[in-house]
């Protein structure tokens, strides 16, 4: 009887179509949706997130409580300080030592291997000297070389164009007139705006017109060999056109990457064809409209008595008050 039962069973399940579950196409596309969403939010969170620019690695060293053992992580074993102020540095502990006194970041740049930082130094609520700092980092992940540019203590002001007159005057006499050789182009990001003007447009003949075209009307020039930063581009203009001067050339040496608002680069001052003074400048330009809103120009001030006399009397702050 069981074996009847159980054939009856089996003969019926032959016999007997399955229930399937029908799924609409609305069913079907919402329940996909729902799964693309599921995916796209899984890995969005596996994905790694945005390393930070070369400037701003630095700058986390800087605002650390633990200042020296932060930076010291950073750098290679033969890594390179070039102060402007003070001469070059090497090594690892020798570099951390004279980075001395604590600096407030104010601006960084770059992507991931080169890059750059304005600063001040400061102690229990009062300002110190500013800067600005360029780096690079090597193909380890290492920071390899910095340069580093600080406010002189004595500030030349128009001094300094009336010396580089002076050094000029025997050798150019009046500046030639050239045809443009380079191709008009309007630059998309800080970095490409430093290569615009001082790799393509101004060594080929382009007039200081070019590089007011790409400033703001509002800009915020700090020129440290004077003590008050030129505001507007009124003032920015009496500026750049008193240095237009026949026999200087202003050469970019290294320039950070990304494409970001901010570049900080590297440069040196050609007189006559001989190498000048070098130094270290920061831009910033507004993201929408690509116009340099902010210039700091430092230029090198070794040698610098009075900048390490202040060091010895204020380490700190490095001024005398």
Do not use: H
Request: aromatic letters at 10%; proline letters at 6%; charged letters at 25%.
């Amino acid at each position: 009887e069981e074996s009847k039962n159980g054939a009856r069973e089996r003969s019926k399940s032959r016999s007997s179509p399955k229930k399937i579950d029908r799924i609409g196409p609305m069913a079907l596309c919402g329940r996909s949706v729902t799964t693309l969403v599921f995916l796209a939010w899984w890995c969005e969170g596996l994905a790694p997130a945005a390393r930070e620019s070369a400037g701003e690695v630095v700058a986390s060293a800087f605002a650390s409580k633990d200042f020296g053992p932060a930076l010291e992580a950073l750098c290679s074993d033969d890594v390179v300080l070039n102060d402007l102020a003070r001469g070059e540095t090497r090594g690892r502990d020798a570099v951390v030592n004279a980075l001395k006194g604590a600096r407030v970041v104010e601006r960084t740049a770059g992507n991931e291997t080169t890059g750059g930082l304005t600063w001040y130094r400061e102690q229990d609520g009062r300002r110190g000297l500013r800067g600005t700092t360029y780096v690079r980092f090597d193909d380890k992940g290492l920071l390899a070389y910095l340069q580093e540019a600080s406010e002189p203590i004595f500030k030349a002001g128009p001094l300094t164009e009336a010396l580089l007159k002076a050094a000029t005057q025997n050798v150019v006499k009046e500046k030639e007139v050239t045809t443009p050789s380079y191709t008009e182009r309007t630059p998309t990001s800080a970095s490409d705006v430093v290569r615009y003007l001082w790799q393509e447009a101004s060594p080929n003949g382009a007039s200081p017109e070019v590089a007011l075209g790409l400033f703001a009307d509002d800009i915020l020039y700090e020129d440290f060999n004077y003590a008050a930063p030129f505001e507007g581009i009124d003032q920015v203009r009496d500026f750049v056109e008193a240095f237009d001067i026949p026999g200087i050339e202003f050469v970019p040496m290294e320039i950070s990457g990304g494409d970001g608002t901010t570049c900080c680069f590297t440069w040196k001052v050609v007189v006559n064809g001989n190498d000048g003074p070098q130094g270290v400048s920061f831009y910033e330009v507004d993201p929408s409209t690509k116009k340099v809103t902010y210039v700091r120009d430092i230029p090198a001030t070794k040698p610098a008595p009075l900048q390490r006399l202040a060091d010895l009397l204020n380490p700190d702050l490095g001024v005398f008050f």
